[in-house]
């Protein structure tokens, strides 16, 4: 085998390896708690392991997830366009599963001291999160099981929260409840395939 072949298989193979507890892509039914868990595994680790450290509920987490980046792992903000054609940028810095944003992803790092961390891995992303909901807890007083009031807070960051700058976004609202929906479905689904099945 050549050099050149032997150096190219082993870059593939580095950079495989390298993704961790990334997928580039959403899971394949979305809408069922239970079937994103069997579909990947590494999740039920990530949020288990968030919710010991933290406090926040799988079912929490994962709602919230999915309305961040529906599970993609690199999601991105779409870009802004002048006139419909020049691009100006994305909407913000917010990235991967969680969409942190870089400003608040630095604070995580330093707090936390994970200077290794990426967002687009489940594991880094759901601490992340954990992290930032129980922060939401001690300064706001949001119960970690509250979806809605968490995702307000996640949105809107903590001073827009504590300012209710959500109360005059209707549509922020709509997603707010949307979330807390979800989260409720995930709980029953959770439930009910956690034990019986000894999916987690």
């Known amino acids: 085998m050549s050099r050149q072949l032997r150096a190219a298989l082993l870059l593939l193979l580095v950079a495989a ?12 039914t979305m809408d069922d708690a239970c079937a994103i868990l069997r579909e990947r595994p590494n999740y039920t680790r990530a949020f288990r392991a968030a919710e010991r450290r933290w406090g926040v509920p799988m079912h929490v987490q994962m709602a919230t997830i999915y309305q961040e980046s529906k599970f993609v792992s690199d999601a991105r903000t779409p870009f802004r366009y002048t006139l419909g054609v020049i691009p100006m940028g994305r909407q913000s810095s917010a990235y991967g599963y969680s969409q942190a944003l870089d400003g608040t992803w630095k604070e995580y790092v330093q707090a936390n001291r994970k200077h290794s961390a990426r967002r687009d891995n489940i594991h880094d992303a759901t601490d992340f999160m954990g992290w930032y909901m129980a922060e939401s807890r001690d300064r706001l007083g949001i119960p970690l099981h509250d979806a809605k009031q968490q995702y307000l807070a996640y949105h809107e960051g903590r001073t827009g929260f504590a300012r209710g700058s ?29 034990g019986r099945r000894g999916l987690f």
């Open 17 to 28: 390896c390298g993704r961790g507890g990334s997928y580039g892509s959403s899971p394949n």
């Open 166 to 194: 959500y109360r005059n976004k209707a549509w922020l609202m709509r997603v707010a409840q949307s979330v807390d929906d979800r989260a409720s479905t995930y709980q029953q689904q959770l439930r009910s395939c956690g």
